[in-house]
């Protein structure tokens, strides 16, 4: 029961490790995204 105990802990911080890591990274796309949107519209505005 132990050893299972061990390996679910375990199991649990990959886990939560690896969703921490998904949430910053999407959080950092959503921003180089928005970014993006802003530079395009501005080169547009500057071509029309």
């Known amino acids: 029961m132990e ?3 061990a390996w679910l802990g ?3 911080l990959l ?3 690896w969703y921490q890591k998904t949430v910053v990274l999407s959080h950092y796309f959503w921003v180089l995204r928005n ?7 501005s080169l547009i ?3 029309e």
Do not use: C, G
């Open 3 to 5: 050893i299972s105990n």
């Open 10 to 12: 375990r199991q649990a």
């Open 15 to 17: 886990i939560s490790k």
């Open 35 to 41: 970014r993006f949107d802003e530079w395009l519209s």
């Open 45 to 47: 505005v500057q071509y």
